[in-house]
């Protein structure tokens, strides 16, 4: 080491406590968190600071400050069991945000949906001609790069006219559980969640015809006419004997055609 | 004098006040930087994907041992105690799983017990701790693979407050004890470090904050100069100025290194608590957080894997400082050093095992969204792969394809195969294979090998001909007779059954099933080649623009996807249904951007697919994939198979009422395989459907079908008591309607063996390889 290089490394030094100190006198002192004080408030960002959106990524939820402040304390000794390696701490878990709804993909939805109810007199009933183009959701990405929702957006308010009979819930306790759920979520006039559980039910029961139907009606409030007609016809396919499902996906079709 | 001094004072105030207002411009200049990363996304996020997720309910055909391996696939423990998340214990024919908190695209499942019981490989209880019944549940979905941006960093996002305290008490008692007292620099530690290096003239002693190390990891590089230092330093203390010390501890859990795996580099306590021991974080006992946060000093150098010896170490010098510092009981420190580290053995259970299906997936998602939404947005992606599925077919073609080359003397590894499985009726893949090695994540001859089909092409001969009742049934008599066919600019053809026999008039459904070549010209003839062509588009094939007689015996090319496309259909009663491997995409917070929902097309009638369908069940029954039926006679299995010119193609493609499975076995350089599909494809095939927990098709036929007892000698409406009568379904006003006065004619030999007992069918003989399959060769 020569003499030269020592001194520019003290100098550099110096310079480093310079700096610390003439950063320390133009700036307020930050608000520090002190572990483990239960009384203290969250901790703020510096008012003086530049607008700073704090930490947002995706998957990376702000921390809430207020919540769980960690312990001064030690804390318990965690006991060792010899069999199998224990867990002692199983943190809360937040459940907020993770329940998937059709809130985000409706938000920049299009709907184009033209409903005709044209009054026949032949038939006692007007029947809903809902003449719906397919309607694409179009959801971005964050980076601006537009991504098509293959689920067709809803012409809710049209299909609340729709007057169906009920499909019977028949199956296995799995597929009637699913079955129902996917009703309340269709009497909530959530057709995504339902649409979504019906297709589970199917992964369960595929030659279920109910479950056919009943997907066949959720695409029909869709709008989705197109789909809701193939949907009624697998149905039937799979009626069998069943007159008043099959009845059930007669109307279904036939509202599909407009007729 | 006085003068002077008073020189040098204002020269070093002035020095001073330069000094120090280049280093505030510069401190500016840093605080900008920092603001700006912290502003956006911390990281970018690979895309992760996720195959399906088993779904458990009462009747489910599920197999104690698949569900074992489902389980470890996922990580979980076995125990004998009572199990926590992420544990099971087994108890007899009962089982205790205690299923972890899953997130699934359309919903979500609660951590809970969940009790399972078995009875004849079928889930036959499912209840909740109290013995509450549970209709359905379902476990969390296997991490398959990540899209990584261009600098390969993975990571799963922990939140603090996910973190377990311990955890974080750990490493803050090996790090930075005194964290929640400072600004980002500890000044006792920097003057200790700085009179050192003052006296040595060099920059040594350490003394790093976390909130340094993380400017560190962050902002600098790794070298060790004085600029770095002193950028660091600055840093750290505009990050404490900005940002919480949770949100900085919370960056720094996320951002650490901890591992390297090839090219992709393991960083944060999430990813590192999966990377290591195959679970998530909350987890992990206090061994086990010992090593990771040891494991910070130096990931490389202290690997488990690779020096456990110098892990082990680490780790009970960090169980040391725990102790010390009051986390652990300082009586059961030994214990806790006792104990084995207890990384699992392979990096990730899941990650990179899967490539021809990913690389599906990838082909799928590169045309919606761009390189960088797919490697930075932390996408989550659920797909339809099951990994039991995957699992057998690549077991099935490791050990069925050096039997078949040693059986024909084939060069080692001559062979290649392909295969795919999916649920028809939803049209979802559950499993791809492109290469005979699973791991090969090259050439994926699933998706993109086109080769003749052979036979498969004959379901959409004869679906074209039952498409027209009138003029043909399953027991129309077709002539195996020899025929010549004149082609304009062609020499006339004369297409031969291998054996060069003919055997006079044969029923339609039995010439299928036997998979006889002449009455397939003949009939695909008479409906017309064009007819054919547009019957397998229908279904979703592929035929030839201008479509010659030779594609009736397979003269057309497709990639075992294409044949998958078009047997589904058959196998979904008509309706077509585009084949999926991806279920759902969701952004980073779980809000969906893409559903990829079921949807149908009637392509076909119900009443002539179930007529061919017939006639598929025929071909395993008694057919050339008769070995197939005696060997799982109960799944009512419809299957074809399909051999090409001098054996260069084995194929077989079948379904069940759940399953369907494509197998391709051949050359890539095309050379002859001497196997025919029967006896190269159809091996794997029975492996694979044998090993599948799935239901049998339904025997029901749909409405407009009726069934006529029928004497097959003379295709007309026969008693029981005829010895060559069968019943067969019909389309309704399609069936025969004249009676046979069947006795008074002898049964041909050929027709129907199963009506006779003690008969031999030609092609349902004793001989393992069916000899009708034999026959069924190309004559191009």
């Known amino acids: 080491?020569?003499?030269?290089?020592?001194?520019?490394?003290?100098?550099?030094?110096?310079?480093?406590?310079?700096?610390?100190?003439?950063?320390?006198?133009?700036?307020?002192?930050?608000?520090?968190?002190?572990?483990?004080?239960?009384?203290?408030?969250?901790?703020?960002?510096?008012?003086?600071?530049?607008?700073?959106?704090?930490?947002?990524?995706?998957?990376?939820?702000?921390?809430?400050?207020?919540?769980?402040?960690?312990?001064?304390?030690?804390?318990?000794?965690?006991?060792?069991?010899?069999?199998?390696?224990?867990?002692?701490?199983?943190?809360?878990?937040?459940?907020?945000?993770?329940?998937?709804?059709?809130?985000?993909?409706?938000?920049?939805?299009?709907?184009?949906?033209?409903?005709?109810?044209?009054?026949?007199?032949?038939?006692?009933?007007?029947?809903?001609?809902?003449?719906?183009?397919?309607?694409?959701?179009t959801a971005k990405l964050d980076s601006g790069v537009g991504q098509v929702n293959q689920a067709t957006a809803s012409a809710n308010k049209a299909a609340g006219t729709l007057a169906l009979p009920a499909a019977s819930l028949s199956g296995s306790p799995a597929a009637r559980q699913l079955a129902s759920s996917a009703d309340a979520a269709m009497a909530r006039g959530d057709l995504t969640a339902s649409a979504a559980s019906l297709e589970r039910a199917l992964r369960i029961e595929p030659n279920n015809a109910g479950l056919w139907s009943r997907l066949a009606e959720v695409r029909l409030r869709q709008g989705d006419t197109v789909q809701a007609e193939q949907l009624a016809l697998k149905a039937n396919g799979l009626a069998g004997g069943d007159a008043a499902l099959r009845s059930r996906n007669d109307q279904i079709v036939a509202q599909a055609r407009g007729r | 004098m006085r003068h002077f001094f008073f020189t040098v004072l204002k020269l070093g105030l002035a020095l001073f006040v330069v000094g120090a207002l280049a280093i505030g411009l510069y401190a500016t200049h840093l605080d900008r930087i920092v603001q700006e990363r912290f502003s956006g996304s911390l990281w970018a996020l690979p895309a992760k994907v996720y195959a399906r997720a088993l779904e458990l309910y009462v009747g489910l055909p599920l197999s104690p041992a698949q569900l074992e391996r489902e389980l470890r696939r996922l990580g979980y423990r076995s125990t004998e105690g009572a199990p926590r998340a992420g544990e099971y214990r087994k108890a007899g024919a009962e089982w205790e799983v205690y299923a972890r908190h899953a997130e699934h695209f359309d919903g979500e499942e609660p951590e809970r017990l969940l009790r399972l019981r078995f009875e004849a490989e079928r889930l036959s209880g499912l209840w909740d701790a109290e013995r509450v019944p549970v209709a359905v549940a379902r476990l969390e979905p296997l991490v398959i693979g990540s899209f990584y941006p261009d600098k390969q960093e993975d990571r799963v996002m922990l939140r603090l407050q996910d973190t377990p305290p311990l955890l974080v008490h750990a490493l803050l008692a090996v790090e930075d004890r005194a964290y929640f007292e400072h600004h980002g620099v500890n000044p006792w530690t920097i003057m200790r470090a700085m009179l050192v290096n003052i006296g040595s003239g060099e920059l040594t002693q350490g003394g790093s904050t976390i909130t340094q190390q993380l400017a560190k990891n962050f902002f600098l590089s790794h070298e060790r100069?004085?600029?770095?230092?002193?950028?660091?330093?600055?840093?750290?203390?505009?990050?404490?100025?900005?940002?919480?010390?949770?949100?900085?501890?919370?960056?720094?859990?996320?951002?650490?290194?901890?591992?390297?795996?090839?090219?992709?580099?393991?960083?944060?306590?999430?990813?590192?608590?999966?990377?290591?021991?195959?679970?998530?974080?909350?987890?992990?006992?206090?061994?086990?957080?010992?090593?990771?946060?040891?494991?910070?000093?130096?990931?490389?150098?202290?690997?488990?894997?690779?020096?456990?010896?110098?892990?082990?170490?680490?780790?009970?010098?960090?169980?040391?400082?725990?102790?010390?510092?009051?986390?652990?009981?300082?009586?059961?420190?030994?214990?806790?050093?006792?104990?084995?580290?207890?990384?699992?053995?392979?990096?990730?259970?899941?990650?990179?095992?899967?490539?021809?299906?990913?690389?599906?997936?990838?082909?799928?998602?590169?045309?919606?969204?761009?390189?960088?939404?797919?490697?930075?947005?932390?996408?989550?992606?659920?797909?339809?792969?099951?990994?039991?599925?995957?699992?057998?077919?690549?077991?099935?073609?490791?050990?069925?394809?050096?039997?078949?080359?040693?059986?024909?003397?084939?060069?080692?590894?001559?062979?290649?195969?392909?295969?795919?499985?999916?649920?028809?009726?939803?049209?979802?893949?559950?499993?791809?294979?492109?290469?005979?090695?699973?791991?090969?994540?090259?050439?994926?001859?699933?998706?993109?090998?086109?080769?003749?089909?052979?036979?498969?092409?004959?379901?959409?001969?004869?679906?074209?001909?039952?498409?027209?009742?009138?003029?043909?049934?399953?027991?129309?008599?077709?002539?195996?007779?020899?025929?010549?066919?004149?082609?304009?600019?062609?020499?006339?053809?004369?297409?031969?059954?291998?054996?060069?026999?003919?055997?006079?008039?044969?029923?339609?459904?039995?010439?299928?099933?036997?998979?006889?070549?002449?009455?397939?010209?003949?009939?695909?003839?008479?409906?017309?080649?064009?007819?054919?062509?547009?019957?397998?588009?229908?279904?979703?094939?592929?035929?030839?623009?201008?479509?010659?007689?030779?594609?009736?015996?397979?003269?057309?090319?497709?990639?075992?996807?294409?044949?998958?496309?078009?047997?589904?259909?058959?196998?979904?009663?008509?309706?077509?249904?585009?084949?999926?491997?991806?279920?759902?995409?969701?952004?980073?917070?779980?809000?969906?951007?893409?559903?990829?929902?079921?949807?149908?097309?009637?392509?076909?009638?119900?009443?002539?697919?179930?007529?061919?369908?017939?006639?598929?069940?025929?071909?395993?029954?008694?057919?050339?994939?008769?070995?197939?039926?005696?060997?799982?006679?109960?799944?009512?299995?419809?299957?074809?198979?399909?051999?090409?010119?001098?054996?260069?193609?084995?194929?077989?493609?079948?379904?069940?009422?759940?399953?369907?499975?494509?197998?391709?076995?051949?050359?890539d350089d095309n050379q002859p395989t001497k196997l025919t599909g029967g006896s190269g494809a159809l091996p794997i095939f029975t492996q694979v459907i044998r090993a599948l927990p799935q239901q049998p098709r339904p025997a029901e036929a749909p409405q407009g079908i009726e069934w006529v007892t029928t004497d097959l000698s003379t295709g007309r409406r026969a008693t029981a008591a005829c010895p060559a009568a069968v019943d067969l379904p019909y389309i309704e006003g399609s069936a025969p309607v004249e009676w046979s006065g069947c006795g008074e004619v002898a049964p041909n030999d050929f027709l129907d063996p199963s009506a006779r007992p003690g008969a031999q069918g030609v092609d349902s003989g004793s001989n393992e390889e069916s000899l009708v399959d034999w026959l069924n060769k190309i004559i191009p």
């Open chain 2, 225 to 667: 100069t004085l600029v770095r230092k002193l950028n660091e330093l600055i840093m750290a203390v505009e990050l404490e100025l900005h940002y919480s010390k949770e949100q900085i501890l919370e960056a720094y859990l996320n951002e650490v290194w901890l591992g390297q795996e090839g090219s992709r580099a393991i960083h944060g306590f999430g990813l590192a608590s999966e990377f290591y021991f195959g679970r998530p974080i909350a987890e992990l006992a206090p061994d086990q957080i010992a090593l990771l946060v040891g494991m910070v000093k130096g990931a490389s150098y202290y690997n488990p894997r690779r020096n456990p010896e110098r892990a082990l170490e680490r780790r009970n010098v960090v169980l040391g400082v725990m102790a010390q510092q009051g986390l652990l009981k300082p009586e059961q420190l030994d214990l806790w050093r006792a104990r084995p580290l207890g990384v699992t053995e392979n990096a990730n259970a899941g990650q990179g095992l899967y490539p021809a299906f990913l690389q599906l997936v990838s082909q799928q998602l590169r045309r919606e969204y761009d390189e960088n939404s797919l490697s930075t947005l932390g996408l989550k992606i659920y797909t339809t792969l099951d990994p039991e599925a995957q699992m057998q077919v690549e077991k099935a073609v490791q050990e069925q394809l050096p039997v078949l080359e040693k059986s024909r003397k084939l060069p080692v590894d001559s062979l290649q195969a392909a295969a795919v499985i999916t649920e028809p009726v939803s049209g979802e893949i559950l499993a791809m294979l492109g290469d005979r090695n699973p791991r090969f994540s090259g050439f994926n001859r699933a998706l993109d090998a086109r080769r003749p089909i052979g036979s498969l092409v004959k379901p959409a001969i004869y679906l074209t001909a039952l498409e027209r009742p009138a003029q043909f049934t399953l027991s129309s008599l077709i002539a195996d007779e020899p025929m010549t066919i004149e082609q304009a600019g062609s020499p006339p053809w004369s297409p031969q059954n291998y054996d060069h026999r003919f055997r006079g008039d044969v029923p339609l459904y039995k010439a299928l099933a036997n998979s006889l070549n002449l009455p397939a010209v003949r009939v695909g003839l008479d409906v017309s080649v064009q007819e054919v062509a547009a019957t397998v588009e229908r279904l979703g094939g592929r035929a030839p623009e201008k479509p010659t007689p030779s594609m009736l015996l397979g003269a057309l090319d497709m990639a075992p996807v294409e044949v998958t496309q078009m047997m589904q259909t058959l196998a979904a009663g008509g309706f077509r249904t585009p084949m999926r491997a991806i279920r759902a995409v969701l952004d980073a917070d779980g809000q969906p951007l893409a559903r990829y929902v079921l949807t149908v097309r009637q392509d076909a009638q119900p009443q002539p697919v179930f007529l061919v369908t017939y006639a598929m069940q025929a071909t395993v029954r008694e057919g050339t994939a008769a070995a197939l039926g005696r060997a799982l006679p109960a799944l009512r299995l419809a299957g074809k198979t399909g051999t090409t010119n001098d054996m260069r193609d084995s194929w077989f493609a079948g379904f069940s009422a759940d399953r369907l499975m494509v197998v391709w076995v051949g050359r």
């Open chain 1, 1 to 137: 080491m020569t003499y030269n290089s020592m001194k520019n490394n003290r100098f550099l030094i110096i310079l480093i406590a310079g700096g610390l100190l003439s950063a320390c006198a133009t700036t307020p002192a930050p608000s520090i968190y002190k572990g483990g004080q239960a009384s203290k408030p969250a901790p703020t960002v510096d008012e003086n600071a530049p607008v700073v959106r704090a930490l947002s990524a995706p998957g990376f939820k702000e921390t809430p400050l207020q919540a769980k402040p960690l312990p001064a304390k030690p804390l318990s000794s965690y006991a060792p069991s010899a069999l199998a390696p224990s867990t002692p701490m199983t943190p809360g878990v937040d459940y907020a945000q993770s329940a998937t709804s059709a809130a985000g993909a409706q938000a920049n939805t299009q709907i184009s949906t033209q409903a005709n109810i044209q009054a026949n007199a032949g038939v006692a009933a007007a029947s809903n001609q809902i003449n719906s183009a397919k309607s694409m959701t």
